[in-house]
T-cell receptor, first 113, second 115 residues
Framework: KQEVTQIPAALSVPEGENLVLNCSFTDSAIYNLQWFRQDPGKGLTSLLL?????REQTSGRLNASLDKSSGRSTLYIAASQPGDSATYLCAVRGRSGSEKLVFGKGTKLTVNP | ETGVTQTPRHLVMGMTNKKSLKCEQHLGHNAMYWYKQSAKKPLELMFVYSLEERVENNSVPSRFSPECPNSSHLFLHLHTLQPEDSALYLC??????????????FGEGSWLTVV
């Protein structure tokens, strides 16, 4: 059974700092991995989708990497801003069986002005 | 107008009540989903509908009853819930359930409190 772990559970940084959020998964047989952002009391917004054949994806100040063999992904946020404060969730989609996404519990990020 | 709209945003109901959550997607997608998000737990997939047919039911108690009258509307009917069912219920959609590369789009959720 696929399990997704995100460490740390919470992170507080000063504005302007570069930071890395971590995601690990137990079954490397994945189809893709997706990073989402969730603002308090709101739904999820997709940030980056990495297919299993890809190593990384970039969007603006965000860069996500995937190392499928080690079961790890990182989300790099450059020059963090207070508006980046949110919970970041990682989810993987399996290659076999059901199509469902398996989510981690998320990392709650606070960027202090 | 956002892509996936959920109503109501907040709902308080007693354990003997019957209520429904509504979801509407304006993206022309064929697949719709219900997820449950409880405090300190990962998102849990509840139901998947593809072209109005239920394709997955993740061992959800029968007090939760989904309905998909057409590809752009999804309901979650609630009956005799328990306090532990209090959570954020998220609706989502994607272009095609069988195309695993599709991005999934979420609504803003319905906060449910069972008293």
């Amino acid at each position: 059974k696929q399990e997704v772990t995100q460490i740390p559970a919470a992170l507080s940084v000063p504005e302007g700092e570069n930071l890395v959020l971590n995601c690990s998964f137990t079954d490397s047989a994945i189809y893709n991995l997706q990073w989402f952002r969730q603002d308090p009391g709101k739904g999820l917004t997709s940030l980056l989708l990495i297919q299993s054949s890809q190593r990384e994806q970039t969007s603006g100040r965000l860069n996500a990497s995937l190392d499928k063999s080690s079961g790890r992904s990182t989300l790099y946020i450059a020059a963090s801003q207070p508006g980046d404060s949110a919970t970041y969730l990682c989810a993987v989609r399996g290659r076999s069986g059901s199509e469902k996404l398996v989510f981690g519990k998320g990392t709650k990020l606070t960027v202090n002005p | 107008e956002t892509g996936v709209t959920q109503t109501p945003r907040h709902l308080v109901m007693g354990m003997t009540n019957k209520k429904s959550l509504k979801c509407e997607q304006h993206l022309g997608h064929n697949a719709m989903y219900w997820y449950k998000q409880s405090a300190k737990k990962p998102l849990e997939l509840m139901f998947v509908y593809s072209l109005e047919e239920r394709v997955e039911n993740n061992s959800v108690p029968s007090r939760f009853s989904p309905e998909c009258p057409n590809s752009s509307h999804l309901f979650l009917h609630l009956h005799t819930l328990q306090p532990e069912d209090s959570a954020l219920y998220l609706c989502a959609s994607s272009q095609d359930w069988t195309e695993r590369g599709n991005t999934i789009y979420f609504g803003e959720g319905s906060w449910l409190t069972v008293v």
